[in-house]
């Protein structure tokens, strides 16, 4: 699915961000892919994706 219509960014190139850069944030996201530039709808959803792969990643399994 599109998370970013404006440039054409899907959850797929976001969790892959994720998983192999480990992408943390919307700052490092925008390091690796253009996106939420233009209208800005996207960001959003894009920080939520963000958090979900991490959890479904466990990466932060050891803190706390
Ligand atoms: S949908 Fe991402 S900037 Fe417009």
Not at 17 to 27: F, Q, T
């Amino acid at each position: 699915m599109f998370v970013c219509l404006c440039y054409q960014v899907t959850d797929k190139d976001i969790r892959h961000a994720v998983s192999e850069h480990g992408v943390g944030n919307m700052r490092e996201l925008k390091q690796h892919i253009t996106l939420g530039e233009n209208c800005g709808k996207c960001i959003s959803m894009a920080q939520a994706l963000i958090d979900d792969q991490i959890i479904d990643e466990g990466l932060f399994k050891d803190v706390g």
